[in-house]
């Protein structure tokens, strides 16, 4: 069972799940944005890296060229493959600088996104998941048999105190006293943390 039995409890839960599934969405978005904006910091290194590649392959095909020409080919064909080795480290700076972009667009992503989704994870996720797993439990162990005498010391144990003494000034002395009254008392209260009815005693 997902939801309560009892209506103002079933409506906090609907609000909470409705709105801990538009957080989870705003924040995935948020983090989604974050990465987008700063891989465009990576332009700089596509620019850097195409300047440098066109660099290298223009000036190697000028050395390829004028390094054909009698007597004096030799000697240009030094300075000029230097040059286009220069371009081949820019087009490289560029590439690296990319890598780094990507490095921090990501890293950057998954931080905007990994503490918020944890915050929600313990105020949101764990707290349903208990309710739905006791609530499972208690259905359970109800269809099993268990009796509102056995809830009824469950929640003495359980219970706050204030709860307690509205049920009975002393629940103890009544369950012993085996009143009838305040044990379906006592076990509704039980019972409802579980968002049961306590028809289900029935």
Known sequence: MLYSQYPAARTRQIIADALGVLTTIVVITIGLAVTAAIRTLGQFG???ESAG?????????????????????????????????????????????????????????????????LVLALVWVWPRTRFV???????????????????AVRAMARAPLAELARVHPDPGAAWRAQDAEAISALAALELRRSGIRPQRLA
Not at 53 to 80: H, K, M, S, T
Not at 82 to 105: I, K, M, P, T
């Open 46 to 48: 596509r620019d850097l």
């Open 53 to 117: 590649e066109g660099f290298q392959e223009g000036l190697g095909e000028a050395a390829e060229n004028l390094g054909d020409v009698p007597l004096i080919g030799d000697g240009i064909r030094v300075p000029l493959d230097a040059a286009a080795s220069a371009g081949g480290a820019v087009a490289e700076a560029g590439r690296g600088q990319q890598q780094f972009v990507e490095l921090v667009a990501v890293g950057a992503g998954w931080a905007v996104v990994l503490f918020p989704l």
């Open 133 to 151: 797993r006791r609530s499972a439990t208690m259905r359970r162990l109800l269809e099993s048999g268990m009796t509102g005498d056995t809830l």
